[in-house]
T-cell receptor, first 116, second 112 residues
Framework: AQKITQTQPGMFVQEKEAVTLDCTYDTSDQSYGLFWYKQPSSGEMIFLIYQGSYDEQNATEGRYSLNFQKARKSANLVISASQLGDSAMYFCAMREGGSNDYKLSFGAGTTVTVRA | AAGVIQSPRHLIKEKRETATLKCYPIPRHDTVYWYQQGPGQDPQFLISFYEKMQSDKGSIPDRFSAQQFSDYHSELNMSSLELGDSALYFC???????????FGPGTRLLVL
């Protein structure tokens, strides 16, 4: 079963506007972590933001914020004031809480294109 | 700030050849992970090491092996290369097994 689901293959957003990228996850663990990474066309994988399952407040990092709704098992990324440099693929990922489970499971990604 | 270093950045090999990919984690990071990303795909976990011991294993083919050395750098050895091994190979490191994983720039492997 897919652990991370990103239902938006691609999105267009106007420069300076906000965009929300959807991510839902599936786990039976109580302790887990949720991550968002950005992958520009050059290929590198850039860490953006992290949310722990026990964190009571939504994570924020500059223009990035994570809308964490635990009961709905969703962890949507909000990018505010979009810039041309935000055009990239965005991956949602989860690390589950098993003591020997270190890996990240990724969603299929969402391509964001920012228009001037 | 220092980042994860991977070498080489690009590699072209023939079928049935071998390849060695190297990864140098961020200083003081003790956990290393390897991921494979095929064209148009999301990254798939291969293997990880914590304090020089294998800590988790994913869908890594038997033709691949990896290890972490005393200086914490890691190498991914790939033998009997197949066309399907063409992919972007990422190494990531974290300060602890449950820490945030920071990715290197990747090694782009092309098997002809």
């Amino acid at each position: 079963a897919q652990k991370i689901t990103q239902t938006q293959p691609g999105m267009f957003v106007q420069e300076k506007e906000a965009v929300t990228l959807d991510c839902t996850y599936d786990t039976s663990d109580q302790s887990y972590g949720l991550f968002w990474y950005k992958q520009p066309s050059s290929g590198e994988m850039i860490f953006l933001i992290y949310q722990g399952s026990y964190d009571e407040q939504n994570a924020t990092e500059g223009r990035y914020s994570l809308n964490f709704q635990k009961a709905r098992k969703s962890a949507n990324l909000v990018i505010s004031a979009s810039q041309l440099g935000d055009s990239a693929m965005y991956f949602c990922a989860m690390r589950e809480g098993g003591s020997n489970d270190y890996k990240l499971s990724f969603g299929a990604g969402t391509t964001v294109t920012v228009r001037a | 700030a220092a980042g994860v270093i991977q070498s080489p950045r690009h590699l072209i090999k023939e079928k049935r050849e071998t390849a060695t990919l190297k990864c140098y984690p961020i200083p003081r990071h003790d956990t290393v992970y390897w991921y494979q990303q095929g064209p148009g795909q999301d990254p798939q976990f291969l293997i990880s090491f914590y304090e020089k011991m294998q800590s988790d294993k994913g869908s890594i083919p038997d033709r691949f092996s990896a290890q972490q050395f005393s200086d914490y750098h890691s190498e991914l050895n790939m033998s009997s290369l197949e066309l399907g091994d063409s992919a972007l190979y990422f190494c990531a490191s974290s300060a602890a097994p449950l820490g945030t994983q920071y990715f290197g720039p990747g090694t782009r492997l092309l098997v002809l």
